[in-house]
């Protein structure tokens, strides 16, 4: 079975601190995705990536960086965090072929203080 | 209807009624997706219809893509209190040389015994 596993699940985070969300998938798919999600809204795009070590900006890039270091490994970083991105961080994963199902892992979820 | 950076719309039915879920897009997509969230999890595929089908089903699910308008629809058929959860639609937009996955604001539907 597909599976993307999250860590940390849930992190509290100090204003200004950095802090790296990390995301591992045994799916052997190409893409992989980070993406966010707040209370009462839908999911946004984050970052993306189609192949080890190259990342692509999504919908909303800013305060966040990607790395990609290999095909299984996708890390989220914030380098100084801020009370705005308090949410819940979903990494996913698929194929690189259109028309196919994107697996998501748990989801973290920060609190930035 | 559910897009990009709308509010989660919330929807409460009784048990055994029909439900509709839009869906607009902004962009061509040959591919809609509808996934699913339980609370405290990530979203998963349920039903995914491509240009050429118009209406897909499974279960009591019923989905349907008009490409003319940019828009689909979820159906569920005599609703359960099983059924409550979040519902998202995503589309595929293709960039030069990769592709990644927009999702809706999503539908929050409670159904009540």
């Known amino acids: 079975e597909a599976a993307v596993t999250q860590s940390p699940r849930s992190k509290v985070a100090v204003t200004g601190g950095k802090v790296t969300l990390s995301c591992h998938q045994t799916?052997?798919?190409?893409?992989m995705y980070w993406y966010r999600q707040d209370t009462g809204h839908g999911l946004r795009l984050i970052h993306y990536?189609?192949?080890?070590?190259?990342?692509e900006k999504g919908d909303i890039p800013d305060g966040y960086k990607a790395s990609r270091p290999s095909q299984e490994n996708f890390s989220l970083i914030l380098e100084l965090a801020s009370l705005s991105q308090t949410a819940v961080y979903f990494c996913?994963?698929?194929?690189?072929?259109?028309?196919?199902?994107?697996?998501f892992g748990k989801g973290t979820r920060l609190t930035v203080v | 209807s559910q897009w990009g950076e709308e509010n989660l719309q919330a929807l409460s039915i009784q048990e055994g009624e029909d439900v509709t879920m839009n869906c607009s897009y902004k962009?061509?997509?040959?591919?809609v997706h509808w996934y699913r969230q339980d609370s405290g999890r990530g979203p998963a595929l349920i039903i995914l219809?491509?240009?050429?089908?118009r209406e897909k089903r499974s279960g009591r699910l019923r989905a349907t893509l008009d490409t003319s308008s940019q828009s689909g629809s979820l159906s569920i058929t005599a609703a359960q209190c099983e059924d409550t959860a979040v519902y998202f639609c995503?589309?595929?937009?293709?960039?030069?040389?990769?592709?990644?996955?927009?999702f809706g604001a999503g539908t929050r539907l409670k159904v009540i015994a």
């Open positions: 990536s189609y192949v080890a070590d190259s990342t």
């Open positions: 962009t061509y997509t040959t591919v």
């Open positions: 996913a994963s698929s194929p690189a072929r259109l028309g196919t199902e994107v697996f």
């Open positions: 219809i491509r240009s050429n089908e």
């Open positions: 995503a589309t595929e937009k293709v960039n030069t040389g990769n592709y990644k996955y927009v």
């Open positions: 799916n052997n798919h190409d893409y």
